[in-house]
């Protein structure tokens, strides 16, 4: 790891919209991006494929560990990274709802935590990386030179991801997604391992009555002065 390399961390719920400002903050800046989240789909995924057992807890680590991963930026709004898996493109595949069950079954696993840790690290090349989480700023890259915390309220949150499941033609309960969102939040917020929270030297960002232009410009603006 490169502590010379500059990192801009953004932690939030689920959400709270820090993906997509990760991603274009990125190309912005021109920096590496790091979804830390695609990793525990990935790690998901390959424990199916090689048949893991998500219960082999060490198992799952040693798999971890194994992994060669890459995003690829791409120039499609709607997913403006590829990811990579042993050079296979695995985009479609860990966006299942399947995908998305396994990951949270092994992100609160240590041993897990533990293993990617330093593979998360090694995305900080030059120039820069902006990291996208829940834990970046706390325990990957506590020595971060920006560290965000994105939040939004459970009902503009529910709201954002229902009219964006509506625009792919999926058709889901705006009730249920506020309801899926808070257990989300309880989980990530109470879990023992790095559990969701700000870091102390963190800067809050609201976004519940903002779009995404104005949450990028005061990130920029942060960026300029942290970073300059």
Do not use: C, W
Not at 72 to 84: F, G, L, Q, Y
Not at 176 to 205: C, G, T
């Amino acid at each position: 790891m490169n502590s010379a390399v500059p990192v801009i961390a953004i932690d939030g719920p689920s959400g709270s919209g820090k993906g997509a400002i990760a991603h274009r903050l990125a190309k912005k800046l021109g920096y590496h991006i790091l979804d830390s989240g695609a990793l525990y789909r990935l790690i998901g995924l390959a424990a199916r494929r090689q048949e893991v057992a998500f219960a082999d807890e060490a198992g799952l680590a040693r798999l971890a560990r194994g992994m060669e991963i890459e995003f690829v930026p791409t120039d499609d709004e709607e997913e403006p990274i590829r990811v990579m898996l042993g050079g296979e493109d695995v985009t479609v595949a860990i966006r299942t709802d399947e995908a998305g069950i396994d990951a949270s079954r092994v992100a609160p696993i240590a041993l897990v935590r533990e293993a990617i840790k330093d593979l998360q690290r090694d995305f900080r090349q030059p120039p820069g990386l902006v990291a996208d989480g829940r834990d970046m700023g706390t325990v990957v890259f506590v020595d971060a030179d920006l560290k965000i915390y994105l939040t939004a309220s459970v009902e503009a949150r529910a709201e954002r991801r229902h009219k964006q499941l509506i625009g792919k033609d999926i058709s889901v309960s705006l009730h249920d997604l506020f309801l899926s969102i808070q257990e989300r939040d309880e989980r990530d917020m109470n879990r023992p391992v790095a559990p969701l929270k700000p870091a102390e030297d963190a800067v809050i960002i609201d976004s519940t009555s903002l779009d995404i232009d104005e949450v990028l410009n005061q990130v920029l603006a942060l960026v300029a002065e942290r970073i300059g």
